[in-house]
């Protein structure tokens, strides 16, 4: 959807950082128990070093958590809190592809040092690279719409 198009106004950097943090929390708690069922078929013995699997696996369960909201009503619990939705900015429902892009590019974001956030600041649209990448938005909905 197009600025003209969409009746709901786009969310600040605030907004979106706060929305992060409580996110952040439930996915460490989801990492945390990921990372100790990995540790079942050894025994509970911990691997030594960077276990580029254990890594591929973590990352894997990251992209679920947010695939699986993001997908199922555009919003994770943290987004939910702040009254934040995730949009296709084209007609139609969010697709799995751009739901990777927007997970790949956010990540490339946070690797430089946030920069891909902090552009939300200038953007016109207040969009960050990922939004822009993956044809998605943030919107913030009204206080009887959560």
């Not at 996110?23 to 990995?38: E, G, P, Q, T």
């Not at 697709?95 to 927007?102: A, C, D, K, S, Y």
């Not at 997970?103 to 946030?114: E, Y």
Request: proline share 5%; glycine share 8%.
């Amino acid at each position: 959807m197009t600025p003209e198009n969409s009746p709901l106004p786009r969310c600040g950097l605030g907004r979106r950082l706060a929305a992060i943090l409580y996110d952040s929390l439930l996915l460490l708690a989801v990492l945390f128990i990921a990372s100790a069922l990995w540790l079942i078929p050894s025994g509970g013995e911990a691997t030594e070093g960077q276990d580029p699997l254990l890594t591929l696996f973590l990352l894997l369960v990251a992209f679920a958590f947010f695939a699986w909201f993001w997908s199922h009503g555009g919003q994770t619990l943290g987004m939910r809190a702040w009254r934040v939705r995730l949009q296709n900015r084209r007609k139609g429902p969010i697709t799995l592809w751009q739901i990777m892009l927007r997970f790949l590019v956010a990540i490339a974001s946070w690797l430089v040092f946030g920069l891909g956030f902090i552009w939300s600041l200038i953007d016109r649209e207040k969009l960050t690279w990922h939004d822009r990448y993956s044809m998605t938005e943030l919107v913030v909905l009204p206080k009887d719409k959560k």
